[in-house]
């Protein structure tokens, strides 16, 4: 089945403790990115990538980093979290950078609490 | 930034009824997509109209796209409980600069649909 893949669904952690959310789209696509959703701000994009080793900051990159090693494969990560990182996270993918279609793939989400 | 905004922001009505959201942007477009989401779930797309068509129907869902007004609508037909989930539309930018590839996504109205 073609899917996104995030992981954990849902993590608590704590402010400053190093963390990793990984994602998987098993579609061999192009471009992946990542979202965080946030009540009344809608989705922002946090980084993306139009291939492997291509990365590139999005709206809010601030407190993130990501790597594209692996076609396939777009972590996360957070090297310091704080608690303003509380959010929906979504990983999503595409099959196409430049042509007129970029529909998205979306993962079903991490929900991340900071304390 | 958010390009798109979405109007209105919540939308209650009665099974059968027509449902009406609309999606405003700022800048040139290549093309506009609606996403839905149920809630806490990621996006999936629903449709995808080019910045030189006018209008496209998928099923129930009829889209607009005015590029001179720079806005877009969404209109479900004969709407039913299941259709109630929050809906955003996306804009892609022209392609060039930082834009390429990228998606914006509006603030999302959240339907609700009454048996």
């Known amino acids: 089945e073609a899917q996104v893949t995030q992981n954990p669904r849902y993590l608590i952690t704590v402010t400053g403790k190093k963390l990793t959310v990984t994602c998987s789209q098993n579609?061999?696509?192009?471009?992946m990115s990542w979202y965080r959703q946030d009540p009344g701000l809608g989705l922002r994009q946090i980084y993306y990538?139009?291939?492997?080793?291509?990365?590139d900051k999005g709206d809010v990159p601030e407190g993130y980093k990501v790597s594209r090693k692996e076609k396939r494969n777009f972590p996360l990560i957070l090297e310091s979290p704080s608690p303003n990182q509380t959010s929906l996270y979504f990983c999503?993918?595409?099959?196409?950078?430049?042509?007129?279609?970029?529909?998205?793939?979306f993962g079903a989400g991490t929900r991340l609490s900071v304390l | 930034s958010q390009q798109g905004e979405e109007d209105p922001q919540a939308l209650s009505i009665q099974e059968g009824e027509n449902a009406t959201m609309n999606c405003s942007y700022k800048?040139?477009?290549?093309?506009l997509q609606w996403y839905r989401q149920n809630s806490g779930r990621g996006l999936v797309h629903l449709i995808l109209i080019r910045s030189n068509e006018r209008e496209k129907h998928s099923g129930r869902l009829r889209v607009t796209l005015d590029t001179s007004k720079k806005s877009s609508s969404l209109l479900i037909t004969a709407s039913r409980a299941a259709d109630t989930a929050s809906y955003f539309c996306a804009t892609k930018a022209n392609a060039g600069g930082t834009s390429y590839g990228k998606l914006t996504f509006g603030q999302g109205t959240i339907l609700t649909v009454h048996p």
């Open positions: 990538s139009m291939n492997v080793e291509v990365t």
């Open positions: 579609m061999n696509h192009e471009y």
């Open positions: 999503a993918s595409s099959p196409r950078t430049w042509a007129t279609k970029n529909i998205q793939y």
């Open positions: 800048t040139s477009i290549n093309n």
